[in-house]
């Protein structure tokens, strides 16, 4: 058990509709990635926050949106979702900006259809 | 970041010593050398990271030639349970995200 809590594991949603979902980082870690992950692809970094500010911005659709919140949980808000959109989506969360090591949760599988 | 350049797959065989090499002739002065480990459906796993010469922890060793250029990850004796993805990162500590390549995925047979 990593200490990253993903939620919910599995979504199942139709096309143009909108989805959240929620992550809550190992206690103590500031840090919160998003990732996302096609059946057998590499893993795509979406978006980092530090401690609520946005730090860094990797291949993020502008569908997609992400914050952090003062409890430094984060979620990641998907619209207008299209079937390329089905993936596995990962958070993690390190101690700090000063850090590689990362935790991550178990992902949310997320279906359009 | 210093891009990175390792083996599509591996094979091995249960018992066996498996060597991962990373190429990473890019790499920056301030950058460390980091391995995760995904299993299928699951997040990566951090397994090692180190900045020069050798380091060793109680699942892996990573090698950092001097020119650290390259970086090699020792799994010993390997198992069925070791098969899985294994990603080589480079990069400035929290400086930017942590950007996975292809990995080389190791299948380790009976």
């Known amino acids: 058990d990593s200490g990253v809590t993903q939620t919910p594991k599995h979504l199942i949603t139709a096309t143009g509709q909108r989805v959240t979902l929620r992550c809550s980082p190992r206690?103590?870690?500031?840090?919160v990635y998003w990732y996302q992950q096609s059946l057998d692809q590499g893993l795509q970094f979406l978006i980092q926050?530090?401690?609520?500010?946005?730090?860094a911005k990797g291949n993020i659709l502008e569908r997609f949106s992400a914050q952090q919140f003062p409890d430094l949980h984060s979620e990641l808000n998907l619209s207008s979702l299209e079937l390329g959109d089905s993936a596995l989506y990962f958070c993690?969360?390190?101690?700090?900006?000063?850090?590689?090591?990362?935790?991550f949760g178990q992902g949310t599988r997320l279906t359009v259809v | 970041l210093a891009k990175t350049t390792q083996p599509i797959s591996m094979d091995s065989y249960e018992g066996q010593e498996v060597n991962i090499t990373c190429s990473h002739n890019?790499?920056?002065?301030?950058?460390?050398i980091t391995w995760y480990q995904q299993f299928p459906s699951q997040g990566p796993r951090f397994i090692i990271q180190?900045?020069?010469t050798k380091v060793t922890n109680e699942v892996a060793s990573l090698f950092i030639p001097a020119d650290r250029k390259s970086s090699t990850l020792s799994l010993p004796r390997v198992s069925l349970s070791d098969t899985a993805v294994y990603y080589c990162?480079?990069?400035?500590?929290?400086?930017?995200?942590?950007?996975f390549g292809s990995g080389t995925r190791l299948q380790v047979q009976p």
């Open positions: 180190g900045y020069k």
């Open positions: 993690a969360s390190s101690s700090g900006q000063q850090s590689t090591e990362a935790f």
């Open positions: 990162l480079v990069g400035e500590t929290g400086r930017r995200a942590l950007t």
């Open positions: 206690s103590g870690d500031l840090s």
């Open positions: 890019n790499i920056a002065t301030n950058d460390y």
């Open positions: 926050y530090y401690n609520g500010e946005e730090r």
